[in-house]
């Protein structure tokens, strides 16, 4: 027993699909010689791109799972019972859609807050996308669409180090899962931004912009997590869809 949690440990400490993501993105900042503004940004359109695969999933998944799942529906919703298994099954895929594209539009709204504050503190080029009257007079997805091209590498590390995410056994409560991580994550970024840029540029001058951002880069995908309890589902005993990551 002592053993299987000490592996148990060392599992949850080192994440070997965070460690890809790290030499994913890292190899790509550093070959094209990021900014800090850039990894900014980076940060910003990992964060959306990690939200929007949250929400696509959820409502894939209550789809996909709402015939098996039927009867914890029931027991928690008796009126549930009334209905055929098709009918449930086309009545919680609209909820679920619409659900999702009301997340979708919500986390949207809120990244497209980040992005204004972006474009005034880290202001970057083309600055009709990312300067500070740029990006709050563009369509918001046209500068999305410019750093998924420039930055894939962050976001795709991101999907990597975070993908047992996307199979929680529980769907409903994934789509609040961003506002626990990436939105805090953000925030810790912000804040430890200035004071590691200030030490880098004392310890290396010139090159203090590469050095912060691998070290910002660490931060983000090699921390270790919490683990996770087992998701509940709406019945209060453990979610049966699958044999998902918890």
């Known amino acids: 027993m002592g053993v299987s949690g ?3 440990s060392l599992r949850t400490a080192i994440n070997p699909y965070g460690a890809a993501g790290f030499v994913l993105a890292g190899v790509s900042a550093v070959t094209q010689e990021w900014s800090l503004p850039e990894f900014c940004w980076s940060i910003w359109l990992a964060g959306l791109v990690y939200t929007w695969v949250c929400i696509a999933t959820a409502s894939l998944q209550i789809i ?3 015939r098996s799942d039927k009867a914890a529906y029931d027991e928690r919703l008796p009126l549930l019972r009334r209905f055929s298994p098709g009918v449930f099954l086309f009545g919680l895929a609209v909820i679920s859609v619409s659900v999702g594209l009301l997340a979708f539009r919500l986390y949207s709204f809120l990244f497209a807050f980040y ?3 972006l474009s ?3 202001e970057m080029e083309p600055l009709d996308l990312f300067g500070r009257n740029g990006f709050i007079n563009s369509d918001f997805f046209t500068p999305v669409m410019y750093l998924v091209d420039r930055s894939w590498p962050m976001a795709a590390g991101a ?3 975070n993908w047992g995410d996307f199979f929680r056994k529980n769907p409903w409560r994934r789509v609040l899962l961003p506002l626990q991580k990436e939105i805090v994550r953000m925030h810790i970024m912000i804040l430890a931004l200035p004071f590691l ?8 001058k010139e090159a203090y912009q590469s050095i912060t951002i ?6 983000f995908y090699l921390l270790p997590k919490k683990e ?4 509940v589902e709406i019945t209060g005993k453990p979610w049966t869809s699958g044999d998902a990551v918890g």
């Open 228 to 231: 996770q309890g087992n998701d």
């Open 64 to 66: 996909v799972s709402a």
């Open 197 to 204: 840029s200030l030490i880098a540029w004392a310890l290396f």
């Open 6 to 8: 000490g592996d148990f």
């Open 115 to 117: 992005g204004l504050f």
């Open 159 to 161: 999907l990597l180090a």
């Open 120 to 122: 005034v503190f880290a």
């Open 214 to 219: 691998v070290i910002l880069m660490g931060l």
